[in-house]
């Protein structure tokens, strides 16, 4: 399963697979091998890459596609379904592959008059696009081959490169006066019969034989060959080519798209000539490169949308029972054994009396507060927290101070005043519950007694801690003191306090936690 198969290893599918590549996706580019400009012997029209041959572009392009971790794959795709969320595509040969998404740069045929030797000649001294062929055959005898109602633009045309263009009408119908003062008048000879076959001596283009059996020479010949997309692929994903037309003449057809590619099967784009028969290389280039930065987008928005769901999962279940019970089943010890820093600091000089530990784990808040002679409550909602935490006191002798509850506050809140100090620390939850647990905790304590609050700031987030990122279960002790009643509360401290620590990579960071102390009045 890749991110994105590119189908077609021309200009527009390497394009696209460069930007995806870039983009840090993974990209499949299959190609058959059978470029369309293969006979020409060189791009033009391509900013700095003016003169290139077809190939030696090709070959950079690949290049540069493998340096961003694109890979390639020889082969032709018969068929693209959908496949769940993606697509199957089945190659020749029976091999399958399946892709989040789908660039298809397969490019166009060119079909081409059925007179002999045209075939032979294509993309040599038989041409079609003066852009792409008008200056090097500059100021040389140039015919025009009638195949079409553009014939006459096309005489036009080729005039600004030559003053020497003949318009050969080979099968179509003599020109109205009209046209035929428009040609007078750049002067473009107008050749009558069909054309029966190409001259050629050595390996060059001399003329063309009439039917009559007449030969008139020329250097170039230009024809108008129809363009059919090389589609065959989407059939059965439901898209098909439609005509495109030039000043109400059909011109060839192409796969319908947005500006970016997007076709009207989601999770298709659609670069190059498949889409657009008049593209030349570099616009070629820069449709595929549009088409990549779409598809990246598009699956940056699927991502995040999964995200979302992803995220408020973890919301909804992070913190309820079944996920500490697997926290803490899952490795031996969790915490370090040492009472929290903060507890320490702000409990150290008050009067033992009666505390509530409130999301005790193994234990070591309560057994620090037990030992300076404090009645402790410990709660948690992990039992397997509370029995390590029991084993940890009974070892450090206080087992009889401390009383150990398995409840959810949130369920079964404390009793009122009941506590001379209640400490919760580190007690992360979603903002609602939270905010109806502090209020619990702080109507909990008795009068003169000690609420303290300790959390991770939420700049934590900015450092390199790799915190669990949840910013809205993160909160200041500004905030908490805030919901405090001025009347009822005298808040000692409300701070972001810094400490030292160490993030994964062994670097030694400055975190903050959020330190709230206040005294029930």
């Known amino acids: 399963m890749y991110d994105v198969v590119v189908v077609g290893g021309g200009a527009a599918g390497l394009s696209g697979a460069v930007a995806l590549g870039r983009a840090r996706r993974s990209v499949l580019v299959i190609d058959s091998g059978e470029p369309r400009n293969a006979p020409a012997g060189h791009v033009h029209n391509y900013l700095a890459r003016e003169g290139t041959p077809p190939a030696e572009l090709l070959a950079a392009g ?51 008059p059925d007179v002999p030797g045209v075939a032979e000649r294509w993309g040599r001294d038989v041409l079609h696009c003066p852009y792409c062929h008008g200056w090097e055959v500059r100021d040389r005898r140039i015919g025009v081959l009638a195949t079409g109602p553009l014939a006459l633009h096309q ?27 428009r040609l007078a008048a750049r002067g473009v000879a107008v050749v009558p019969g069909p054309v029966a076959a190409l001259e050629v001596t050595g390996d060059a283009l001399t003329g063309v034989r009439l039917a009559s059996g007449r030969v008139v020479a020329l250097d170039a010949l230009v024809v108008a060959a129809r363009p059919v997309p090389r589609a065959e692929m989407l059939v059965g994903l439901g898209l098909a080519p439609e005509e495109v037309t030039m000043g109400g003449h059909v011109v060839g057809s192409q796969i319908p798209a947005d500006a970016t590619g997007a076709t009207s099967v989601p999770g298709v784009w659609v670069a190059g000539n498949v889409a657009d028969v008049r593209g030349q290389v570099i616009a070629a280039a820069a449709a595929g490169l549009a088409a990549g930065a779409a598809i990246n987008a598009d699956l940056i928005a699927e991502e995040t949308r999964a995200a979302v ?23 031996p010890v969790v915490w370090s054994g040492r009472p929290n820093p903060q507890l320490v600091a702000e409990a150290a000089g008050l009067t033992p009396g009666r505390a509530l530990d409130v999301g005790s784990g193994e234990g070591a808040d309560a057994v620090w507060l037990a030992e300076r002679g404090w009645r402790v409550t410990g709660v948690d909602i992990s039992s397997t927290a509370l029995a390590r935490a029991a084993e940890h006191a009974d070892t450090a002798g206080v087992g009889d101070r401390i009383e150990w509850m398995h409840v959810d506050l949130r369920d079964k809140p404390p009793a009122e005043e009941a506590y001379d100090l209640v400490s919760a620390q580190f007690m992360h939850l979603p903002p609602t519950q939270r905010r109806e647990l502090f209020a619990r905790l702080a109507d909990a304590v008795a009068p003169g007694g000690t609420l303290l609050i300790v959390g991770h700031h939420p700049s934590d987030l900015w450092t390199s801690a790799h915190r669990l990122h949840m910013p809205d279960m993160m909160y200041t002790a500004e905030e908490v003191a805030g919901s405090l009643d001025p009347a009822r509360w005298e808040v000692l401290v409300a701070e972001a306090r810094p400490r030292t620590s160490t993030d994964p990579e062994g670097r030694e960071i400055t975190l903050h936690d959020a330190v709230l102390r206040a005294r029930r009045r």
């Open 62 to 112: 690949r290049a540069e596609v493998a340096g961003y971790g694109g890979q390639f794959l020889s082969g032709r795709v018969d068929a693209a379904t959908r496949d769940g969320d993606g697509f199957r595509l089945s190659l020749d040969g029976g091999r399958e592959v399946r892709a989040r998404r789908l660039l298809v740069a397969t490019g166009l045929t060119d079909e081409l």
């Open 155 to 181: 005489a036009e045309l080729w005039r600004q490169w030559s003053s020497d263009v003949l318009l050969l009408l080979h099968d179509a119908p003599a020109l109205d006066e009209v046209a035929a003062e």
């Open 309 to 331: 769901d992803a995220y408020r999962q973890m919301i909804a279940t992070a913190f309820e029972e079944p996920a500490w019970e697997e926290r803490y089943r899952s490795k």
